[in-house]
């Protein structure tokens, strides 16, 4: 008699990770993930200003470009780091930002640029995720769907490459934020810690519709 093999659940976890391991690769191979999104590279705000998207691995941006979002994610959020327990550590800030597996979604107007997504395709819990590091807009430039357009698009680049969701942390005392994503169907991820951990962030995501 044939004896029924069965898979331990460490077995099954491995053969997640492998297979998730190799979407992860094949996103991070793509030249230009937003190539084949046309109706992502372009939107018109609120105000009727036109505005281009770009997508790049940070290898491939300018210095420039890599001091703007420096300088905007310092403006935007040096006050609320300082107010949270992970304090502003600037260094490790500007480390994070440019590790090699960092990829970067640029908004510009008038060949200004005006907002931008830091993003990376990653494993989380065994699972293939594109996660959202940042999403830095301009002061001017909010309350005119541009934010909810970058979203959108890096919720088409997930499903695009097979990640299940688009994953995110925002800070507790981000009001803004929290009410934006809320807005934008994110609910709290499997990954979130628990209120006994006392954290001051959360952890949020949207499952990809498409994954089966
Ligand atoms: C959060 C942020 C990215 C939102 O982008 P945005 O372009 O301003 O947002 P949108 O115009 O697409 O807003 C979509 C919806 O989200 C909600 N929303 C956005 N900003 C909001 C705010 N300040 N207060 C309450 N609700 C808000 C609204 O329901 C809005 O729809 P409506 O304008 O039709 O009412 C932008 O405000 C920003 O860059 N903030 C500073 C940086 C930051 O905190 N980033 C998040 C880090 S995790």
């Known amino acids: 008699m044939k004896r029924k093999t069965h898979k331990t659940r460490r077995q099954i976890q491995a053969q997640k990770v492998t297979i998730a391991s190799k979407l992860v690769q094949k996103a991070n191979s793509v030249f230009n993930p937003l190539e084949t999104l046309v109706h992502f590279h372009e939107y018109t705000s609120k105000d009727c200003a036109v505005i281009q998207l770009d997508c790049k691995r940070v290898t491939n941006l300018l210095p420039e470009t890599l001091t703007w979002i420096f300088n905007l994610l310092e403006l935007n959020m040096k006050a609320r780091y300082e ?11 500007e480390a994070e930002l440019t590790e090699n597996n960092a990829w970067y979604l640029i908004a510009s107007s008038e060949g200004k640029m005006i907002g931008f997504s830091h993003f990376r395709f990653d494993i989380d819990n065994a699972v293939e995720v594109l996660y959202c590091y940042e999403l830095q807009l301009e002061a001017l430039e909010r309350r005119k769907g541009l934010g909810r357009f970058m979203m959108n698009c890096l919720e088409a680049i997930a499903a695009n490459n097979k990640m299940q969701k688009v994953v995110l942390t925002v800070h507790k005392h981000n009001p803004m934020a929290l009410s934006f994503f809320y807005k934008l169907n994110y609910k709290m991820d499997v990954t979130n810690p628990p209120p006994s951990d006392g954290v001051d962030y959360m952890i949020l995501s949207k499952q990809n519709l498409q994954h089966v």
């Open 83 to 93: 107010q949270s327990n992970w304090g502003w550590n600037k260094i490790a800030k």
